[in-house]
């Protein structure tokens, strides 16, 4: 019995210290900003072909996938917004009957 009362007493204690040690995280990231702020990256040029239009734009977390429309067909741009590059380019080719 003395030895399943000292193993309650030690569990409790850990609680005790779990529980100490969760609101000391939320407070130290309460006062650091936990968010990181994002730079931004200034102005981005992406080439496109000549009478091209943006139809749409997703974001997805850092990415941006831009739908552009053009007279060589349509095309998908997919920039990198954290780092302010153009990651890849998805182009429709038909195919030949």
Known sequence: MRLLKGAVYIMGGLIVL?????VA??????EHGGAQRAEGFGTLDVAA????????????????????????????????IRKGRVIGRVRLKTAAP
């Open 25 to 30: 995280a939320v407070v130290l990231k309460s």
């Open 18 to 22: 779990g529980a100490i040690a969760l």
């Open 49 to 80: 072909p000549a009478g091209a239009m943006i139809t749409a734009s997703h974001l997805d977390g850092d990415h941006l996938a831009i739908d552009i429309a053009s007279p060589k067909g349509p095309e998908v741009v997919i920039v990198d």
